[in-house]
Structures are given as C-alpha cells and as structure tokens.
C-alpha cells in the first residue's frame, strides 16, 4: 500500500456557506428546557443513541420537545448510570439546524441547496434510481445504511436493497466499527454476539482489557470493571494510551499499534508452556488446537517484546494471571479490531480465551465492546453486504430460499453478495456504480482516506441523503430527505450484550421529516415497486423480522415488544420453537451463550458451539504487520479513536452545546519527548501529513502516549479530520479499514491553519 | 423533608474517569438548572489523566459558613450546607477561599457563590443526586452504608479529614481501604504528592520511533 | 425546617457581645424618637391616630439596629466591616471610589442588574416590590413622623403647601399632577408590589428548585405581609373614594395591623437583607484594593489566585473563629493553598491510602506541582470560565 504521497491539492473546502445555513451550530439548554417549573407532559422511557450499551433512560416531554432527561434506574444494564453524550442527548432534538424539508441541490441557494416539496423530492429520487438502473443495471445503485438505526430499519434497508432495488451494493457503516470481531467471531464460535452479559465481569477475577477505551466509549462499563476489582479480580488493559481506565488497572501492556496478534500468540505461548490450559476443554470442546499451538512456538516472551513493544516482564506476569485465573473475562473493542489484520487480532484473542476454557460459564466469558448505537443488532438482519436477516447468508442457497418464502418472492431474483461499503465508493471512483442513496452514513467524516472519498461522492450520476441534519456527506447529495431523529420513531436495538431492547417514540417528525422506513417505502412506491416495503409501524416490520430471523442463528422469532419491556429486555437467540426435549430459553432469551449442554441450530445438540459438530475452531493467526508502517520519510505511527463528548461523525454530538465546550477540536496528541524532538510546545499548532493528505490541529504534549505514536480522535470534518490521514487498507476478511494505524510524519506548523479563524470549532 | 438519614454519599476519586457526565448531569438539577457545581480537575493532565471530582462534602461545621460575613450559608437539620442564600449572599469570595475542600463556585455577574446542595430537590424525596446517578464510574455514588459495604467489600467509607492542626468531619464519605490503618483522611500530608499514573518506561522500547536518540 | 445551630464561638465575652448591640438599639432608637419630636415641632404636626405605627417604626428600629450591631461583631462581618471602609477611604483612591460608588449604586441597588443575571423574571419580581416598598417608605414615613404635612395655601384655595421639619417646602395646585402623584403615590406603590409579589409567589408554586429548599416562615410569611398591606392600603382608598368610607375604620385598623406587623418581623426574617444587602458595596472596594496589591500565590502550585490582603484577611478571621489550619513547616497556613490544589490534595490523599492495592504510581516530583486544570475547557453553562477569571481564582 505505501507508495509516494499525493502530489494533488488534498485541502478541503471550508464550505462556509453551507456551513452558514445549515450548521453545525451549537444548542444549548434554554426557555422551557432551563425552567425548572415545568411539569412534563410524559416521561418516555427508551434509550441512549449514542453507543452501543444503550444506557435506559426516560426523556421528558413537553408540548412535543425533549425537554430533560431522568434516570431509569430500574433498567438492569445502567441503572440510571449514563454518560455525558446520555443526558445531553434532548439538545439534538428541536434543533436550529433540524432539517424540515426535502433538499434538492442549487448553487444559486443559499448554503447550496433550495427547499423543495417532499412528494417532488420522492419523484425525483425515484426517477433517477430507476434512469439509473435501467441504463447500467440494478447493481449501478448502490447503498450505504447505518448501524445507529433500530433493527427495525436496518431490515427495512436490506430488504428494500434486496428486493426494491436488486442491488447487491448494500453496506452499512458497521463495516467501519464491529465488522472484525463478527467474522472472528464467527470464525472461532460460528456465531457473533457477546458471549456473556456484562454481569459476568463483575465475578471474573482478570480482566483482560484489549485495545478498549472503555472509560471513553463505553463509560458504563467501568462501573462494571470497578466493581469487579473491589471484589478482588485483576485488571489488564492493553493500549498504547493510558487511558483514564489503564491509569490504575493492575498491569498495563503499552502495546505498539498493530501489533496485538503477536501479544497474543505469546500470551499463549507461554500459557502453554507453563501449562496454564484447560486440556479437558481443549478436547471436549474445540478443534485446532495443535495447529495453533505449533504456531506460537516461535512466539517467545523476547520475540513479543520485541515486536510489541511491552517488557517481557509485563507479558509473563499478564500470561501468568491470565492463565492461572479461576474466572475470566476478555474484552475487546475497536483498538484490537481496526486493523488490516483486525480479524486475526481477533481471533488470536480467542484463542487466549479458549485456551484457558474459561467460557461459557457464569464469570467466565469473552465479548467486543460494540461501539454503534445498534452496532450488534445492526450486523445481523441484512444489511450487510453479503447478508440475509436472522444471520444467514445471501451466498448460501438455502437462506436465500427461506428468506426470498418470507418475502414472497424468486429466490433467484436475490441478487447476489455485494461489496463492502468502501469497496462501493471504490466503485462509485470507476464509474461502476452510479448512484447511490445513504442513510445514517457520512462516509465524508467516517471513512479512511477521505479525499478519496470526496472526489468520489462528486462523482456520482445522483446521490441522495437521509438525514436529520445536514450531514458533511449530505453537501455532496443532489437530493436530500428528511429523516427521523431516534426520539422520532420506535422500533428496538440490540446492545452490546445482545440485549434487545425497546425505542419508544416521544416526539413527533416536526415539519415535513418522516421516519426513515417512510422514507425508503415512499422511494420504493415512487418506483413502483412498493412490493413487501408496505408496512405500516416499526411493530409490524418486527413481525416479519421475527419470521425472516426464525431458524437463523440470530433467532429473534420468540421476541415479541411485550416480552422485552417486561423483562427489561431479552437476549437473543431466542426461538419460539425447539425440537423436542430442549429447553426453550428463560423469559430473557438466552442470556448467556455456549453454556456445556445447550442447544442450538447449527450443532443440533452436538455441543454448545455453533458448529456442525459443536465445537469451537481455535484459528491459526500467524502474525503480520500493519499494512503501512513507519519509515524514514514518515517515521511516526498514527493512532484514531474517540473522545467521550463526541459520537462517531459528530453529525449529532458536534450541535450540542455543551457536549462541544467538553472538548471543542481535535488535538493531536503526543509525547513529550517526541514533541521535544519536533521542537513542539503543548498547545502549538501541528502538521501531521501522511502519503494521503495533511492536518494541522494543536498539539497536546501529554506522556500518556508512546512516544512512538500521535493520536487524533475523528469525529471532526473537513481540514480538522483525522481520517484525510488515514489509510484505506483493509482485512481481507472483514474489510474493516486500519483506521488504528497509518504513517504520518508531524512538524510544527508555519501558521495557524486557515481554518482557526473561519470556523467555530465544532466545524 | 429532609435527606433519609439511611442514604449517604460516597466519594472514590480514584474510580474516576473524567468523563464529566457529573458536571453534565448537574446542570439538569432544578436547583441550579444549566449550572454545573461539580469541580472536577485534571490534577496534572500533562502526566496522567488522574481527575478529580469534588462535591460539596457538607462539613458538619462548615468553614465556609462560618467565614460567610453575610451569614448566608446555612446547614438544615438533615447535615446538607445548602448554598447560599440568594438575598443574602455579597459575592466575598471568602467561602470560595475558605472551603478546606475548594468546593464553592463564585458568579461574579450575579453577586452570587452557589455550591452542590446534594440535588436538594431530589435528596429530599429519597432520589440519588444527578451526579451520583449519572457517574458511570460510581466515583460518585449514593446509597446505604450496607450497599456498600456489600459492593466494596475491600473498602471503608470514612468521613474525617485532617488539614493541618484543623480536624474537619463531614456529612459525605470518602472510600479507603477497609484496612487503612486510620480513619481520618489527611490531606495536607499528601499535599505535594505528585499525580497518580503510570509512566512508559524507555526500556518498553525494543525499537526507537525513528531510529533517534530517544 | 429550622437550622441546626451553627458552631458556637466561644462563649466569655458573651455578655459584652450583647450588652454593646442593646445599647446601640437603645441609642438608635432614642435618636429616632428625638427627631420625632424635633421634626413634628413638639408633636404639632403629629398625627395621634398614627401612634402605633410611629412605636411599631421605633421598636423596628430598636430591633435593626441591635441585630445590626450584633451582625456586625461577627469576625468575618468585622472584618469586611472595617477593610470595606479602609478600602473606600483609601487615600489616594476616594475620588475613583466616590465615582464607583454612584456606578454601584446604580447598578446594583437602583438598576438590580446582578438580580436579572441570576434571573430575568426574578429580577423583574424584585425590582417591583423594591420600588413599591421604597415609594410606598418614601411617602409614609415623614408624613407618620409628623417631618412632612400639607395644608392648602391661606388665601389661594387651588394652591397646598407641603411643610417639611415645621418649614413651608413648596407649593402646587391641588389638581396638578404633583398632587395627584402625592395624594396617590401609595396606590401605585400598591400596584407595584401586588405584582412583585404574585410573580414571587407564582415561581415560588411552580418551581421544583424552590420548592425543594423554601420554608414558610422565610420565604412565604413576607409576602404575605407586603400583599396584606398593599391589600388593605387600597381598600383603605377604595372605602373613602368610591364606597362613602365604609367600614373604614376596620379597614384602617386591619391596615395598622398589618403594617405595624410588617415592621416587628423586619429585623428577624428575610427583610433584613435590605440593612444587609450595602455591605455588597464594601465587598467591591474591597476586590479592587485586593487587585491592585500584592497576589496571594499558591504554596502548591505557585499560582496566584486571590490577593494577600485577603488571604491574611482570612487566617486572621478563621483564627478568631477558633479554626486552626495552620500547618506546621513551610506552607505555614492552610489558606495559601489555592482551591484547585486543595481538591487534588484530597485525591492525592484518597490514592495514598490505596497504593499498593490499586495500579499506578506516584510519577516523578516536580515542584512547584503544576496547577491542576478544570477539565471542561468551554463549560459555557456553569460558572466557570469568565468568572473564575474575575474572581481571579483559578
Ligand atoms: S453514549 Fe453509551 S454510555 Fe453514554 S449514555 Fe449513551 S449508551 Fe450510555
Ligand atoms: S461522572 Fe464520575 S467518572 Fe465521570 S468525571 Fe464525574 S466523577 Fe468522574
Ligand atoms: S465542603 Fe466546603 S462548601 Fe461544603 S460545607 Fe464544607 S466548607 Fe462548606
């Protein structure tokens, strides 16, 4: 992938304009939402959109406007615990920049783009997906969803992909975030959810922090990890940050990004040395382990030294409290995962888990940290590119045939798998593919390379947004519709536990926005092709997912709306029917995964694994570097992430006023000695450059960092975002992009960036 | 009414982490709605993220009472310092100087210093405070003495405080080990202790950034 | 809910704090009583019928001023007390100050802006019920004390005369607009605080924050003593405008009741804030001859974050207070640590008990310790920023 860096002008626009009439601007708390004598007319309980552990909250409604929050502290996962992104969620609705109408693109209007009725909008968006597909074929129309949305949508989205528009480009933004723990997941256990519930941490005696911010992205959980040590267990955080949570866990591994298989194949090297595994475990339950073990021999203490980073000491003592442990718990989220070998990353960490045998059983256990709001139940019902609801695949006969029965239609007419969603703007950069239409997607701000991804987007014949706000991605757009905030319509999710859990509407669209589904149903009337997309509430569709999931590994059939909010939620897989003589889950559903002796479809009772023959696949995860590492022109390794007041593309957070004063711009974070040798002050301006662009933040000198690697978090657009740096390298299996690591090289900039004086910072 | 005797609060800096979810969920309590009165600081950012949340730790004879010229900060039977009196309060600054904890927040344009009153709208109806509720940590957090003794078997909460030669209890509690050989918190013998965090040692690193000097 | 008693100072020269306070109520109120005599020309201008309300004034003023005086030998009050006045009559400084003064005045007792920052409707609350009281004071009391009568001119029947301290003041024709201001100022008085007092009591029905903290007798039982009287003054002018004065009488006494009512509970409740309220004035001489001296640095960190003056100021008050933050060594006193430093000291105190049992290390020593830094750099809705800055308090 390393080659010579761009020589064309890579500068984004400011768009001020855009920016003007649109936003982002910053609302802030005032009238009804400060005056503390208002009786709300309703308290909704629903949840937070912000992450994917969905903390319960209620919202409080007055005359149709979020006026406050107030905890829900009956709901089990955060019993009224919430984060700052949680409580200050109301100002996203009743926003200035709430779109009202259909937008149709005019460089004549101010900001760029001129109001426009809603049904012409509709007409003109049928009309061109339909000049387009019928001049370049059903696969020139691509599009981009979102794993935000509630189930209920996501399979809406597919299907209209599916069977509106036969398109086999359909993709979805959790390609940006989970998609290599599902496919690890899939690989060692034949199936992708959390393992256990988070009550399971709180009785494990080590925890094993990997690449996982937690105190960042999912706050909630360091309640659970606290707790955990209060009662004695061991915390292990690998990252090269020290993140507020790394500050006082037990043993902290400064792992060298990228390198996270190498640490763990000689975590496993030496469990097998000392003889740290459960061999009965290993044998009853799991198939490749030889291989495995045969792989990690050259994986000596000084060779993953070596390669990570991290003193032998602190890999033997991690080793020795991982292998010994009585119970355990392996977390996991985007650091391990956001890499070209984010897959291997994670299998590699499996194998720890199935090693030690400590899975399965109450504090034994093993989950990613899902980082979307619908971030699980968003990858699983079929908007994936090469996916069916329930789980099932679109290349396999068989699921094509029962999920073409539930739509009533040819099961041949399915297209076939698609590409993933930077394989499409791939596409859509060749001229293949024409058209496209996103929803809860801002490719613009969230996908690596984004120059790249610009001159793309301009590319395109037509491309319509669905949006609550004017996203980054939306300047782009010919036509924009207005879509529906989460508080707007109902539905369910499915949180980082595999909790599926109840979205309660408590406000109405305002103006002419609608709910997404409406939205996509309205497109596909337009087309005349309105076939099976002629639902008629969230409640219905949930229904039908029901049916289209049953038999598929994620079986939703036995969840019904009634049986989530009386048990505060249920954890699918949950099947309303099972062979004779096995169990049907608890009113939960199945709370916990793989337990010795459960049932499920694919192993049929021949163990708890979801393989034929019920047995976990340890996986052989030879080590490779990151695709682009550092050298003598760019000597530096880049790191991307979050900070906790923002979410993904800021398109929501980067409004809310209060959320933006928690930490105004991005800061390129790094070492001091590092920045003593570019001769950078904390607080001076800074140029990173990588062979795809440039961006000059301030920097902030801090020696929470390896002094080998910078850091900026990416939730910021334009000249401030991280991702113009950023490597489009992907996994070869999950094709999730190496947001984790790239090389850049940094120096002191000449002058404050132009941007300083021109935009606001949530700009 | 006043705060159920059985509910208290308990401060562990040493969970917190920084996530400023207490300054947010403060700003929705009726009392001050829009102000934050959490103090929360970076104890040395430079070094660690070590941050610190302090609320109102209600003394039993508060300093900043005592040293309030215009006699408007009071105590309610239920042991809650409340802030001060709108009426009465001069902005003298000499609560916001005094308070041994540094707790109270001066608001020059309105003459005013207000402080955490425990969300005394919501204490006094047996709810936990915003932050306490909100803190996902559970730096903050609010419940029964045998909750947590339950939660936190290793830990003790204590509520005695030494500055100096001034011995200062108070209404909050602050956890320590069950084990600690004292009860009373000294702060001003760790007063120049430097931040809690870890560093990066350079033998960490088998290969240098650049090929440097590091 | 009543109040826990405070801490008790000590307790020996209990009786002398009392006797000096009794003594100045005595000498304030005997001052008041001469000038009545004085003023009314040996009670000639004095109207019997109002008795009551000159003895109710009389034992207010009793009551004032000894809660004054007491208020007064609080240490921290004395204090600001005296530097107040240091700070005001500063040589060098009176003519700025005597500017400042007018400035202040205006601002904060005439315009209330520092109440329509906390609030506007709260602002708009007080400034009613302030003008109506001040009106309402302004016409009453020379006109009960006798200092002020009108007789209509000898001679000229459209003319009256307004005779102040027993000399003619001036005159004006009994229907101008002076006179039907004068004869009526009470009823706008009324007016103004009816309406003062109904906004009060609306946000004091309505607001969750209020509700929580309010007590009856401190915050209710004043307005319904200004609403009693505003009430029963218009009915006293309604009975003799439109009704042929019926049950006048009663409605006089009821009023009696009322005001003398309103004038013994002056010196207890939350009226007093208005005796109170000036020392404001003091407090902002004071800051200013803070800012223009010598900075109070932090024994921690090294940042300045108040004046010396106040901080020496402090020590001296907490030690008469019987507080003893002294700490042996170098840092000497408790208060010259600035307040950011004391919320890290207590983390750093919490995490030195933990060491050992919970990862992380005391990294290098660095002294002076940087200063700890709020970690919301933008907090626009709290107190933070600007005002830290004007404080200037880290
Ligand atoms: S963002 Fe996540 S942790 Fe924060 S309140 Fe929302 S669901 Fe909870
Ligand atoms: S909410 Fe809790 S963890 Fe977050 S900053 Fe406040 S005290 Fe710390
Ligand atoms: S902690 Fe400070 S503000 Fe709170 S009661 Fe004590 S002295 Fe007053």
Same mark, same amino acid.
């Given at each position: 992938m390393n080659g010579p860096a761009r020589t064309t002008d890579t500068t984004p626009p400011l768009d001020r304009e855009t920016i003007g009439a649109f936003g982002p601007h910053l609302a802030y708390a005032k009238d009804g939402r400060l005056d503390t004598g208002i009786e709300p007319d309703k308290y909704v309980k629903t949840h937070c959109c912000f992450c994917g552990q969905q903390c319960g909250m209620q919202l409080k409604v007055k005359d149709n406007v979020v006026i406050g929050v107030e905890p829900w502290y009956e709901f089990p996962f955060n019993k009224g615990m919430m984060c700052p992104k949680g409580i200050k969620r109301y100002l996203q609705q009743a926003h200035p920049d709430r779109l009202l109408h259909a937008y149709a693109k005019d460089a004549g209007a101010t900001g760029g783009f001129r109001a426009m009725a809603y049904d012409a909008a509709i007409r003109q968006t049928a009309e061109a997906i339909d000049r387009i597909q019928s001049t370049h074929g059903n696969d020139a129309f691509a599009v981009l969803s979102g794993a935000s949305l509630t189930t209920e949508k996501t399979y809406v989205m597919g299907k209209f992909a599916h069977m509106c528009l036969r398109t086999a480009h359909i993709d979805y933004n959790g390609r940006l975030c989970m998609v290599s723990a599902a496919a690890g997941n899939k690989k060692a256990f034949g199936i992708d959810r959390a393992a256990n519930p988070w009550e399971d941490i709180l009785g494990a005696g080590v925890i094993l922090v990997s690449g996982a911010n937690i105190a960042e992205c999912a706050p909630i959980t360091t309640n659970y990890v606290w707790q955990a040590r209060e009662q004695g267990a061991k915390v292990i955080v690998v990252d090269p940050r020290i993140t507020p949570i790394a500050r006082t866990c037990d043993l902290f591994l400064p792992v060298k990004p990228g390198r996270d298989t190498a640490l763990f194949n000689g975590i496993l090297h030496l469990m097998i040395e000392h003889d740290w595994i459960d061999h009965a475990f290993l044998e009853q339950h799991t198939v490749g382990f030889e291989a495995v073990a045969a792989s990690v021999r050259e994986w000596t203490p000084q060779r993953t030294a070596e390669v990570t980073g991290i003193a032998v000491k602190s890999i033997q003592q991690a080793a020795e409290w991982w292998g010994t442990a009585e119970t355990s718990f392996l977390c996991h989220a985007r650091g391990l995962e956001h890499h070209s070998n984010g897959v291997k990353n994670v299998m590699s960490a499996i194998n720890i888990v199935l090693a030690s045998g400590r899975i399965g059983r109450p504090n034994c256990g093993y989950a990613t940290i899902t980082g979307q709001g619908n971030g699980q139940g968003g990858r699983e019902h079929g908007q994936k590119c090469d996916q069916l609801p329930g789980g099932r695949d679109l290349a396999n006969p068989?699921?094509? /045939?029962?999920?073409?029965?539930?739509?009533?239609?040819?099961?041949?007419?399915?297209?076939?798998? !698609?590409?993933?969603?930077?394989?499409?703007?791939?596409?859509?950069?060749?001229?293949?593919?024409?058209?496209?239409?996103?929803?809860?997607?801002?490719?613009?701000?969230?996908?690596? =390379?984004?120059?790249?991804?610009?001159?793309?987007?301009?590319?395109?014949?037509?491309?319509?947004?669905?949006? @609550?706000? $004017?996203?980054?991605?939306?300047?782009?757009?010919?036509?924009?519709?207005?879509?529906?905030?989460?508080?707007?319509?109902?539905?369910?999710?499915?949180?980082?536990?595999?909790?599926?859990?109840?979205?309660?509407?408590?406000?109405?669209?305002?103006?002419?926005?609608?709910?997404?589904?409406?939205?996509?149903?309205?497109?596909?009337?337009?087309?005349?092709?309105?076939?099976? $997309?002629?639902?008629?509430?969230?409640?219905?569709?949930?229904?039908?997912?029901?049916?289209?999931?049953?038999?598929?590994?994620? =079986?939703?059939? !036995?969840?019904?709306?009634?049986?989530?909010?009386?048990?505060?939620?249920?954890?699918?897989?949950?099947?309303?029917?099972?062979? =004779?003589?096995?169990?049907?889950?608890?009113?939960?559903?199945?709370?916990?995964?793989?337990?010795?002796?459960?049932?499920?479809?694919?192993?049929?009772?021949? !163990?708890? @694994?979801?393989?034929? =023959?019920?047995?976990?696949?340890?996986?052989?995860?030879?080590?490779?570097?990151?695709?682009?590492?550092?050298?003598? /022109?760019?000597?530096?390794?880049?790191?991307?992430?979050?900070?906790?007041?923002?979410?993904?593309?800021?398109?929501?957070?980067?409004?809310?006023?209060?959320?933006?004063?928690?930490?105004?711009?991005?800061?390129?974070?790094?070492?001091?000695?590092?920045?003593?040798?570019?001769?950078?002050?904390?607080?001076?301006?800074?140029?990173?450059?990588?062979?795809? !662009?440039?961006?000059? $933040?301030?920097?902030?000198?801090?020696?929470?960092?390896?002094?080998?690697?910078?850091?900026?978090?990416?939730?910021?657009?334009?000249?401030?975002?991280?991702?113009?740096?950023?490597?489009?390298?992907?996994?070869?299996?999950?094709?999730?992009?190496?947001?984790?690591?790239?090389?850049?090289?940094?120096?002191?900039?000449?002058?404050?960036?132009?941007?300083?004086?021109? $935009?606001?910072?949530?700009? | 009414m006043p705060v159920p005797d059985a509910l208290e609060f308990f401060i562990d800096p040493g969970r917190c982490i920084g996530c400023q979810a207490c300054i947010q969920a403060c700003t929705e309590c009726d009392t001050h709605k829009g102000q934050s009165m959490i103090q929360l600081d970076y104890v040395d950012r430079a070094h660690s993220t070590q941050t610190v949340p302090v609320v109102c730790l209600h003394c039993d004879s508060p300093t900043c009472a005592e040293v309030c010229p215009a006699d408007a900060i009071k105590r309610t039977e239920d042991g809650i310092v409340q802030t001060a009196r709108k009426p009465r309060c001069i902005a003298c600054n000499n609560c916001v100087l005094a308070c041994p904890f540094g707790v109270p927040k001066m608001q020059t344009k309105m003459n005013l210093m207000m402080k955490c009153d425990m969300c005394y709208d919501r204490t006094s109806v047996g709810l936990k405070p915003w932050c306490a509720s909100a803190c996902p940590s559970q730096a903050l957090a609010f419940g029964t003495r045998e909750e947590m003794a339950r939660l936190r078997p290793h830990a003790k909460p204590v509520n005695t405080f030494q500055f100096g030669r001034q011995t200062i209890r108070t209404k909050v509690n602050i956890m320590v080990p069950r084990d600690a050989p004292t009860d009373i918190v000294d702060v001003t013998a760790s007063m120049h202790e430097p931040t809690i965090g870890r560093e990066i040692l350079d033998d960490v690193f088998m290969e240098r950034p650049d090929g440097g000097d590091a | 809910m009543p109040e826990a008693a405070l801490r008790e100072p000590s307790r020996s020269s209990t009786r002398r704090q009392v006797i000096a306070p009794v003594a100045w109520g005595a000498g304030a109120t005997l001052v008041l009583s001469v000038l009545i005599l004085v003023g009314s020309r040996n009670l000639a201008h004095f109207d019997a019928a109002l008795v009551g309300y000159t003895f109710s004034v009389l034992f207010a003023t009793f009551g004032l001023t000894y809660r004054y005086a007491m208020w007064l030998q609080r240490p921290p009050t004395a204090m600001y007390w005296r530097r107040g006045w240091q700070a005001f009559l500063r040589p060098g400084w009176r003519r700025r100050n005597a500017g400042m003064w007018f400035r202040r005045v205006a601002e904060d007792v005439v315009a209330n802006r520092f109440i329509f920052a906390r609030n506007r409707l709260r602002g708009l609350t007080h400034m009613l019920i302030m003008w109506g009281c001040l009106i309402a004071v302004a016409i009453t009391f020379p006109l009960v004390f006798g200092w002020l009568h009108f007789r209509p001119v000898p001679g000229d029947l459209s003319l009256y005369e307004a005779v102040a301290f027993g000399f003619p003041a001036f005159r004006f024709p009994h229907d101008s607009a002076i006179a039907f201001f004068l004869f009526h100022g009470l009823v706008w008085a009324s007016f103004l605080v009816i309406a003062g007092v109904m906004l009060a009591v609306r946000r004091r029905m309505r607001d969750e924050g209020a509700a929580a903290v309010q007590r009856f007798a401190e915050d209710f039982m004043p307005l319904i003593l200004l609403f009693a009287v505003s009430l029963t003054g218009l009915m006293l002018t309604a009975s003799y405008t439109w009704m042929g004065g019926y049950a006048y009488t009663f409605i006089a006494i009821l009023h009696a009741i009322t005001v003398i009512g309103t004038f013994l509970w002056l010196p207890f409740g939350k009226f007093f804030h208005i005796f109170q309220r000036p020392a404001q004035l003091g407090v902002g001489f004071y800051k200013d001859a803070g800012r223009a001296q010598a900075l109070a640095h932090c024994r921690r960190c090294g940042h300045a974050f108040s004046s010396r003056m106040h901080i020496e100021d402090l020590i001296e008050v907490e030690h008469q207070l019987g507080f003893t933050y002294e700490i042996p060594g170098d840092d000497g006193h408790y208060q010259w640590i600035c307040p950011r430093c004391r919320r890290a000291s207590l983390a750093m105190a919490q995490g030195a008990l933990w060491r050992g049992r919970r990862g992380g290390t005391p990294l290098p020593d660095t002294r002076p310790l940087p200063m700890p830094v709020h970690v919301n750099p933008g907090l626009r809705q709290g107190p933070l920023g600007v005002e830290d800055a004007d404080n200037f308090y880290p």
């Open positions: 068989e699921h094509r /045939e029962y999920v073409a029965g539930v739509w009533g239609m040819d099961p041949a007419a399915l297209p076939q798998p !698609g590409v993933d969603a930077y394989e499409i703007i791939r596409k859509i950069d060749t001229g293949e593919i024409k058209g496209l239409l996103s929803l809860c997607f801002n490719p613009v701000v969230s996908l690596p =390379d984004s120059h790249f991804v610009r001159q793309a987007l301009e590319k395109l014949d037509f491309y319509v947004v669905i949006d @609550f706000f $004017l996203s980054e991605s939306a300047r782009y757009a010919h036509i924009v519709l207005p879509g529906s905030l989460h508080e707007e319509d109902e539905g369910t999710v499915t949180q980082t536990e595999g909790r599926v859990v109840r979205i309660n509407k408590a406000v109405e669209c305002p103006g002419e926005a609608r709910p997404d589904w409406q939205i996509i149903q309205d497109i596909a009337k337009a087309l005349g092709r309105e076939q099976g $997309l002629t639902f008629e509430s969230p409640r219905e569709m949930f229904e039908e997912l029901r049916v289209a999931s049953k038999g598929g590994i994620a =079986d939703y059939s !036995g969840i019904s709306y009634e049986r989530i909010e009386e048990h505060y939620g249920v954890f699918w897989p949950c099947p309303s029917d099972v062979p =004779d003589g096995v169990p049907l889950p608890g009113p939960q559903g199945t709370v916990r995964l793989f337990e010795p002796g459960s049932w499920n479809p694919v192993a049929r009772g021949a !163990g708890p @694994f979801y393989f034929p =023959d019920g047995k976990a696949r340890l996986n052989v995860t030879p080590y490779v570097g990151p695709a682009e590492d550092v050298d003598e /022109e760019f000597p530096i390794i880049l790191t991307t992430g979050r900070v906790v007041s923002q979410f993904l593309s800021g398109n929501q957070t980067r409004r809310i006023g209060p959320l933006v004063d928690h930490c105004p711009e991005p800061r390129i974070e790094m070492h001091p000695r590092l920045a003593a040798r570019l001769g950078i002050a904390d607080g001076d301006w800074a140029t990173a450059e990588s062979r795809r !662009g440039h961006c000059t $933040l301030r920097a902030s000198v801090v020696t929470t960092i390896r002094p080998d690697t910078v850091f900026i978090p990416y939730h910021w657009p334009g000249r401030k975002s991280a991702n113009q740096l950023t490597i489009a390298a992907q996994d070869p299996i999950s094709k999730i992009p190496e947001y984790k690591v790239c090389a850049v090289r940094v120096r002191k900039a000449d002058a404050p960036p132009e941007y300083a004086a021109a $935009l606001e910072p949530q700009q | - | -």
